[in-house]
């Protein structure tokens, strides 16, 4: 047996404190429109913001969205699940066309060790345009030309497809008209033409298809008129003279129509001609 002498034991204990802040992942943000992001000038969207948080988030938190429109538009509200913010575009004009943004900030609730994060995404609105303009006057046996101008206002990347119709079906290429890239050219232009035209502006990618119409009323040109007596301008009293009255019409005047003729006698006297003419005939009144 050993004998040991008594042993004092001092054990010591230190500490340290760190603070663990944990961000917030950022959510996933999606943006729909319904019922498309392209429309016609008067049409409403309704953008719908969409905003998902990740599953590692189980603490309270507070969902705050912000639209931005184009011309400094906002809107702000405050969001409950399942976090979703609508945005209505009501009556839209080309004004109205351009980027929508919807930005979503994540913020704890009474909790200082979990900080913020923010989440931003963004859709492009277009409006679907038409317009027709002329160019030249409408006159039988001149050019004319009809021009459809279909365009996406925000998107110029996309070009409409333009094609024209009347009440035959589409126009295509003969008959004195040519049809290239939504321009109508009548050279010449002649009285069948006449009639209601119809210009189509397709985006195939989007489903949406418009139209516009004109009436074509083509003018008459005044015709070449000449006048001839029978034997001669010259007769002697007692004696009988024809006048001839032959009027020429322009070759582009190529539709039925009527030609009445009057006479106008010294003293200013009217005689009607013989029987109305009509085009194909001799145009000729006596």
């Given at each position: 047996n050993?004998?040991?002498?008594a042993?004092?034991?001092?054990s010591?204990?230190?500490?340290s404190?760190?603070n663990?802040?944990?961000?917030?992942?950022?959510?996933t943000v999606?943006i729909t429109a319904t019922p498309?992001?392209?429309t016609?000038v008067?049409?409403?969207?309704?953008?719908?913001c969409?905003?998902?948080l990740?599953q590692?988030?189980n603490?309270?938190?507070?969902v705050?969205?912000?639209w931005?429109?184009?011309n400094?538009?906002?809107?702000?509200?405050?969001?409950?699940?399942p976090?979703q913010?609508t945005f209505?575009?009501?009556s839209l004009d080309?004004?109205?066309?351009?980027?929508?943004s919807c930005?979503?900030?994540i913020?704890?609730v009474?909790?200082a060790?979990?900080s913020?994060?923010?989440q931003?995404t963004?859709?492009?609105?277009?409006?679907?345009?038409?317009?027709i303009?002329?160019?030249?006057?409408?006159?039988?046996?001149q050019?004319?030309?009809?021009i459809?101008?279909?365009?996406?206002?925000g998107?110029?990347?996309?070009?409409?497809?333009?094609?024209w119709?009347?009440?035959t079906?589409?126009?295509?290429?003969?008959?004195?008209?040519?049809?290239?890239?939504?321009?109508l050219?009548f050279?010449?232009?002649?009285?069948?033409?006449?009639?209601q035209?119809t210009c189509?502006?397709?985006?195939?990618a989007?489903?949406?298809?418009i139209?516009?119409s004109?009436?074509?009323i083509?003018?008459?040109p005044p015709?070449i008129?000449?006048?001839?007596?029978?034997p001669?301008?010259?007769v002697?009293t007692?004696?009988n003279?024809?006048?001839?009255c032959n009027?020429?019409?322009?070759?582009?005047?190529d539709?039925?129509?009527m030609?009445t003729s009057?006479?106008?006698?010294?003293g200013g006297?009217?005689?009607?001609?013989s029987n109305?003419?009509?085009?194909?005939?001799?145009n000729?009144?006596?």
């Amino acid at each position: 047996n050993v004998s040991l002498p008594a042993i004092s034991i001092t054990s010591l204990f230190s500490t340290s404190i760190s603070n663990l802040t944990v961000q917030i992942p950022p959510p996933t943000v999606t943006i729909t429109a319904t019922p498309s992001q392209v429309t016609t000038v008067g049409g409403n969207i309704i953008l719908t913001c969409n905003t998902q948080l990740g599953q590692s988030v189980n603490s309270n938190v507070t969902v705050n969205s912000t639209w931005i429109g184009p011309n400094s538009l906002t809107s702000s509200s405050i969001l409950a699940s399942p976090y979703q913010s609508t945005f209505m575009l009501g009556s839209l004009d080309t004004t109205g066309a351009g980027n929508y943004s919807c930005s979503v900030l994540i913020s704890p609730v009474n909790n200082a060790f979990i900080s913020q994060t923010t989440q931003r995404t963004t859709i492009l609105v277009s409006v679907h345009t038409i317009n027709i303009t002329a160019s030249g006057s409408p006159v039988a046996g001149q050019m004319y030309t009809l021009i459809c101008n279909g365009a996406l206002v925000g998107n110029s990347s996309l070009i409409p497809v333009i094609t024209w119709s009347n009440a035959t079906g589409v126009v295509t290429n003969g008959n004195g008209i040519t049809v290239s890239n939504g321009v109508l050219t009548f050279n010449p232009l002649r009285t069948s033409h006449g009639g209601q035209y119809t210009c189509q502006s397709t985006l195939s990618a989007f489903s949406s298809m418009i139209t516009s119409s004109t009436q074509l009323i083509v003018q008459i040109p005044p015709p070449i008129i000449t006048t001839t007596a029978v034997p001669g301008q010259v007769v002697i009293t007692g004696s009988n003279i024809t006048l001839l009255c032959n009027v020429q019409l322009e070759p582009s005047v190529d539709s039925t129509v009527m030609v009445t003729s009057t006479w106008t006698a010294p003293g200013g006297a009217t005689l009607s001609g013989s029987n109305p003419l009509w085009i194909g005939s001799s145009n000729q009144s006596t």
